[in-house]
């Protein structure tokens, strides 16, 4: 396809300069010495390149140069023929010839030169001679901007091509990658088991699909979203950790703010979506909104829009959700991330600080790139890094989504566009663009995370509950992230990124409180999650029969100072969270007890353990619990509920804990 005429004149502008320039070069033939029969046929050439009669222009200009071999003015007009036809090589040919003039190389020449270059993928050639464009004297500012850019992106293609990264594709199975269509815009659950993407269905319009992976890790055959599917295109979503949640791009629908809104629907329990809703304002405005990444936490939304107050093109955004369950002005991520060119398809890491996205503004390969950036505490992102050669090509690349051991990735492509020489494939071969998993470089991965999937039932009767569960970054008391458990089964599934301790508690009116605490201070595991079984215990009417024994509620987030009875600031919450229990529960009484486990003196750690069931009920007394309805006991290390042989077991043996007395 031929360029515009105007991309023609640009490029021939840029080549040709002023012919004052070129007619300082010694050995050059300029128009005011051409022989007039070679000046006749210039003349025509350009004319006919005017016209984009391709043919008749290089004909003339060929006539031209056999009169005179050293006419500047010809040669450059006939590599800007051979440029727009995208026969490079003929065009570098040509300006070869141009720069080796008098032994000093034409500046705009050199420019043309290293354009020619770059296209033919020759990056290290390139660079030089944009250096020695570079060096002019006098240049134009904006003509020194453009070769900087080219300078940049060829330097930073040769280094990636002569160092690439390791890249080993594998097409994931026909069940999802379909013979004859599309498939791309990948999201998972935190598990990997539930996959939802988008398909092009017949080259007509994109639909949602699902995939469930089973125990033995077969994929089931992707059926559409019939629920959440409409006759416009469907595609660009995000599912929550727990995949109850999906947040997702809608385009021409009916009430919506711009041409694509976000929009967001919860998973019902016969596995059908309920009817979609607008995000509204402030996340949806009359502009494009699109790309959805929500935060495992639920609590930060990232996408993309092209709001007129961004940098260019589109840019990345994100809001956080408010305490009603609202979300806040949405934040453009700036500079740093955004440019004056598309930057689309954000994907934020359940490590809590890592972001993938794709864009065409920074330096890369051509085309849309893959690169990483991080949020430091200071909530400044890194410069965002390319995730190199061959992950990223001149082709387009994008929606890059990373599982949860911050190593495994997913991403569509087309097998022509990965600059590999072989990819793991089926028996089948897939539509255009299929969908594949691979390994990122240890550069590029984000940290690693897990997992808690709990399920909470009442402990007498076995019935699931309903129940809410916090967790908090025990840091600083700052709640981190709200789940309930579902009805049906009462389960729930949290993120937790590692760094970082965690205090859970689970509660549910009509019950004693849950509490947990994970230290994720060693590098977590997204293979070995936390299996929880919660069994919250019924709070009985004092007259109430009951046939099964009480047993004590361990409070895992009291802590105390090493050796000692003093309580930690960060035991307040817990200890608050108890006397209101018994507030609520006038008749209540309970014993607080205490244990250590087996290191020491055992006469020792049975005075520290009486002492600091003490201070607990010390601490609700001081908060008006009346004293006759508490108790205190210490244990010692009498009665552990681990073994001692390990730093787990004892961890866990040393604890306080409280027990309904009536």
Excluded at 494 to 514: D, H, I, M, Q, R
């Amino acid at each position: 396809m031929k360029l515009p005429l105007v991309y023609r004149f640009f490029f021939v502008f840029l080549l040709i300069g002023s012919t004052g320039v070129l007619a300082k070069a010694q050995t050059a033939t300029t128009r005011e010495k051409a022989h007039p029969k070679a000046l006749k046929d210039f003349d025509a050439g350009v004319q006919a390149s005017f016209a984009q009669q391709d043919k008749d222009a290089i004909r003339y200009f060929e006539s031209a140069l056999k009169r005179e071999p050293k006419f500047a003015d010809a040669l450059l007009e006939l590599s800007a023929v051979y440029y727009d036809q995208g026969n490079f090589a003929e065009a570098e040919k040509y300006l070869e010839r141009v720069v080796q003039f008098s032994g000093k190389a034409s500046t705009e020449g050199l420019y043309g030169l290293a354009l020619n270059e770059i296209k033919q993928e020759k990056y290290g050639e390139a660079v030089p001679h944009l250096d020695r464009y570079l060096k002019t004297k006098n240049l134009r500012e904006d003509r020194r901007e453009a070769a900087e850019r080219f300078r940049a992106e060829a330097a930073f293609r040769d280094m990636a091509m002569k160092n690439p990264v390791d890249f080993d594709l594998v097409r994931l199975p026909e069940e999802i990658n379909s013979r004859e269509d599309s498939e791309y815009l990948p999201s998972f659950t935190a598990d990997e088991n539930t996959l939802v993407f988008a398909r092009n269905v017949g080259g007509r319009q994109e639909d949602f699909f699902v995939s469930y992976r089973d125990d033995t890790g077969s994929w089931s055959p992707a059926q559409p979203i019939s629920s959440l599917n409409t006759d416009e295109n469907d595609a660009g979503q995000t599912l929550s950790a727990d995949g109850n949640l999906m947040v997702f791009t809608g385009c021409n629908r009916k009430g919506g703010a711009g041409s694509c809104d976000l929009y967001y629907s919860t998973r019902l329990a016969d596995g059908t979506w309920a009817e979609p809703r607008n995000m509204g304002a402030p996340i949806n405005t009359k502009a494009w909104e699109s790309q959805p990444s929500l935060a495992p936490n639920g609590n930060l939304l990232f996408f993309a829009s092209r709001r007129k107050e961004g940098h260019g093109g589109s840019d990345l955004y994100a809001s956080g959700r408010t305490a009603d369950g609202g979300w806040t002005e949405p934040l453009n991520l700036g500079p740093i991330i955004n440019t004056p060119k598309d930057d689309q398809s954000p994907f934020f890491h359940a490590d809590g600080k890592t972001l993938y996205f794709m864009s065409l503004g920074h330096v890369g390969m051509g085309g849309f790139d893959l690169y990483k950036t991080e949020i430091g505490d200071d909530n400044i992102w890194t410069t965002p890094q390319n995730l190199g050669y061959p992950i990223n090509t001149k082709n387009n690349e994008g929606a890059l989504v990373v599982a949860l051991d911050g190593k495994t990735a997913y991403f569509a492509t087309d097998n022509e566009s990965t600059g590999i020489d072989s990819i793991q494939v089926g028996s089948q071969r897939s539509g255009s663009t299929d969908l594949f998993q691979f390994t990122l470089p240890p550069a590029a991965r984000a940290g690693v995370v897990t997992y808690v999937r709990a399920k909470v039932v009442n402990a007498e009767t076995n019935e699931p509950i309903a129940a809410a569960a916090l967790f908090t970054n025990a840091a600083n008391d700052k709640p981190y992230l709200k789940r309930r458990a579902d009805a049906e089964k009462g389960e729930f599934l949290a993120v937790l990124p590692s760094g970082k301790t965690y205090a859970l508690t689970v509660e549910e009116p009509g019950y004693l409180f849950y509490s947990d605490r994970f230290a994720m201070v060693e590098p977590a595991s997204a293979e070995k999650p936390f299996e929880l079984l919660i069994r919250l215990q019924p709070i009985k009417e004092e007259a109430a029969p009951t046939t099964v024994e009480a047993k004590p509620i361990v409070l895992r987030n009291v802590l105390f100072e090493t050796a000692s009875a003093d309580l930690l600031a960060q035991s307040t919450a817990e200890l608050d969270r108890l006397k209101v229990l018994l507030e609520e529960n006038a008749t209540m009484r309970i014993r607080i007890q205490g244990h250590t486990d087996n290191v020491g003196d055992e006469s020792a750690n049975l005075s520290l353990s009486t002492r600091r069931a003490e201070a607990v009920k010390s601490y609700l007394i001081s908060n008006g619990i009346d004293a006759g309805r508490l108790e205190s006991k210490g244990f010692g290390e009498s009665s552990p509920i681990e073994s001692n042989d390990t730093d787990e077991g004892r961890a866990l043996n040393r604890r306080t804990e409280f027990l309904v007395l009536g």
